[in-house]
């Protein structure tokens, strides 16, 4: 097997802050989580911004400035920018920063989907913050866009005009279907990196056997020119990680895919989940590659490229 990439979501637009102390807000406390994940051996950090004052996402490019550089200064690892951003924002909210700053990687959602958050009120007591609730609660009505249209526009203006290449996030079969129709257009090329997406209401519940399907379908859409990692959100982070490990696949892991370490026990660090994850991969005797080496396995630019 390949060695294996640890990526690692720092802060993400899903969680609110009353659901634990310890999601990351501010500039200072992205970068610091950040830059702990990546000396624990995340090679990959992907990022999203909040408001320091309130913790709601953040489009802002000026959000993002206050931390871009910190990282970049603080550690090696491969700077990933959402391109999603939150479901309540339009495509160019999404985009503004990612266009600012030109980094090696992006994320992109391959499909429209729901993308239902308000489960989660049920295991929140207080809010800290007056949008909070009303953000989780307007979920039920909520349709992630991402078109044909949209997906041509981020793969143009990220990929062919700035040099990223991209975390494709594939919460259902039809994604990578939708992924292969960019490939035969022009605008995929290889190496491709899937990311598997579990356990978001709305997307692929987390099962063994629809990874498995998922996999064998990347193998016949993309043969050899692909890698795939997962993502389980919530309970199902380790096992469904570990299980792609043991497939010969990426692992992610992070605060913005779930806020727990074990059961009942929040998470105090993002470096935390990715001490478990490499410990679990190490055992099984998987090589956890460098950043470097995780940007010759994706054929990144390399971060003398970007513009922060």
């Known amino acids: ?30 970068a610091t989580s950040a830059i702990g994940a990546a ?28 931390f871009l550089p910190r990282i970049k200064a603080g550690c090696a690892a491969v700077v990933n920018m959402t391109t999603g951003g939150s479901a309540t924002m339009t495509l160019d909210q999404r985009l503004a920063a990612p266009r600012a700053f030109a980094p090696e990687m992006c994320s992109l959602n391959m499909g429209s989907m729901n993308f239902a958050l308000y489960p989660m009120l049920a295991r929140i007591k207080s809010f800290k913050h ?35 290449r991209f975390e494709f996030e594939c919460y259902d079969i039809s994604h990578l279907t939708m992924l292969r129709h960019f490939v035969d257009r022009g605008l995929v090329r290889a190496p491709i990196f899937l990311q598997f997406v579990f356990g978001v209401l709305g997307g692929m519940p987390p099962e063994p056997e629809i990874l498995t399907l998922m996999k064998r379908s990347a193998d016949r859409l993309f043969g050899d020119s692909y890698q795939f990692s997962v993502l389980g959100a ?34 105090e660090s993002n470096a935390q989940q990715v001490n478990l994850i490499r410990d679990i991969v190490e055992r099984m005797g998987r090589d ?21």
């Open 288 to 308: 956890v590659a460098t950043p470097d080496e995780a940007r010759a396995m994706l054929g990144l630019k390399g971060a003398a490229q970007v513009a922060f």
């Open 39 to 66: 000396e624990a051996g995340a090679a990959i950090l992907h990022l999203h911004a909040r408001d320091p004052l309130n913790g709601r996402p953040s489009a802002d490019p000026a959000h993002w400035a206050a």
């Open 1 to 30: 097997m390949s060695k294996i990439i640890i990526s690692c979501a720092i802060t993400g637009s899903i969680h609110v802050p009353s659901q634990s102390p310890h999601l990351p807000v501010t500039a200072e406390q992205i």
């Open 234 to 267: 919530g309970r199902a982070q380790i096992p469904m990680a570990t299980m792609a490990a043991a497939m010969g696949g990426h692992v992610r892991v992070g605060l913005e895919d779930n806020l727990y370490l074990s059961k009942g026990r929040l998470a």
């Open 130 to 164: 007056e949008w909070e609730r009303p953000f989780l609660e307007a979920s039920d009505d909520v349709v992630f866009k991402n078109t044909p249209r949209d997906i041509a526009h981020v793969l143009t203006e990220m990929g062919q005009q700035r040099g990223a």
